[in-house]
């Protein structure tokens, strides 16, 4: 069973909607993740998270923030979004890069899955 | 050329049978190597790392070679369960960057 949770599940939002998808981790891991992943192709990552600070934004629009509240919880507040925009988005974790353990190591969360009509 | 590629499949095999996938990557500076599998409508989970030496778990044996770059991964005694997307997932590894890239995957179907 995976020790990341994402809620919700399902999501169906309209491209005028304002919505946030969110993760949670209990394992002290300091490095969080988001990936986008569409049907048959791999994850594509988003934003990592590092110590609670953005460390990397892989030129995501700004339709799609991210928030790291503190080091357990990591949100993707979603506005405006467009229909391609469709996926499951993906939150992962992993430890800190200070670990000493490879950053490969992350785990997954079930994921939400988006449609935006 | 892609970073990270691999033969999309499927391989369909039989209960019982050994099957190999293969992974090159681009970079030759690339750090870290890992194995992930997906099944479908699910969300990835490690399998296992890949080190230098060589590494085995039970029926899963995973080898790196750098001269070439490429890494492999066997599956021995292939059963039904081990049906999934493998994807190969290499950490570039450049300065302060911490994130992955992944191959598209490839695609086993093991049959009775």
């Known amino acids: 069973d995976t020790e990341v949770t994402q809620t919700p599940k399902h999501l169906v939002m309209g491209m005028t909607n304002k919505k946030s998808l969110k993760c949670e981790q209990h394992m002290g891991h300091r490095a969080m993740y988001w990936y986008k992943q569409k049907a048959k192709k791999p994850p594509e990552l988003m934003f990592v998270?590092?110590?609670?600070?953005?460390?990397i934004n892989e030129s995501v629009p700004s339709r799609f923030s991210p928030e790291c509240p503190n080091s357990s919880l990591l949100n993707l507040h979603l506005h405006a979004l467009q229909p391609e925009d469709s996926a499951l988005y993906l939150c992962?974790?992993?430890?800190?890069?200070?670990?000493?353990?490879?950053?490969?190591?992350?785990?997954f969360g079930p994921g939400t899955r988006l449609t935006v009509t | 050329r892609k970073e990270v590629e691999q033969d999309p499949g499927p391989f369909n095999v039989p209960e019982g049978a050994t099957v190999a996938f293969n992974c090159t990557y681009s970079n030759s500076a690339s750090q870290s190597f890992f194995w992930y599998r997906q099944d479908c409508r699910k969300e990835p989970k490690l399998l296992m790392s890949v080190y230098s030496s060589g590494n085995e778990d039970g029926r899963f044996t995973a080898q790196l070679n750098r001269a070439s770059q490429y890494i492999s991964l066997l599956i021995r005694d292939s059963k039904l369960s081990d049906s999934a997307t493998y994807l190969c997932v290499v950490n570039l590894g450049s300065t302060g960057r911490r994130a992955l890239t992944f191959g598209s995957g490839t695609r086993l179907r093991v049959q009775p």
């Open positions: 992962a974790s992993s430890q800190g890069p200070l670990s000493g353990r490879a950053v490969g190591e992350q785990y």
């Open positions: 998270y590092s110590y609670e600070k953005l460390s």
